[in-house]
Nanobody, 120 residues
């Protein structure tokens, strides 16, 4: 089994910062791309940012400059540094990873989500 566990969400005031972390664990052979998505109430899940094992990144256009994705390949972890947070950033943030288990094909895995609330 493979698990993705997010942490670091919470309540923050507008203009504040949060750092999300996601750890992949289990019967892992290789972790390929990792990323963050978010889903606000009443809206579809949307891309926040992705990062390859080599460090190449893709961001949602609206978030460039405020959010930074990074990863630690040795620890199978991905991070999301969020700065200058806005009320519109309020959502459940999900970690995603493309992982190959030992003796298996590559599959997409999702974390359980962590709530980020931006409010004064």
């Amino acid at each position: 089994q493979v698990q993705l566990v997010e942490s670091g969400g919470g309540l923050v005031q507008p203009g504040g910062s949060l750092r999300l972390s996601c750890a992949a664990s289990g019967n892992i052979f290789t972790v390929y791309g990792m990323g963050w998505y978010r889903q606000a109430p009443g809206k579809q899940r949307e891309l926040v940012a992705t990062i390859t094992s080599g460090g190449s990144t893709v961001y949602a256009d609206s978030l460039k400059g405020r959010f930074t994705i990074s990863r630690d390949n040795a620890k199978n972890m991905v991070y999301l540094q969020m700065n200058s947070l806005l009320p519109g950033d309020t959502a459940v943030y999900y970690c995603n990873a493309r992982i190959q288990r030992l003796g298996s094909r590559v599959q997409d895995y999702w974390g359980q989500g962590t709530q980020v609330t931006v409010s004064s």
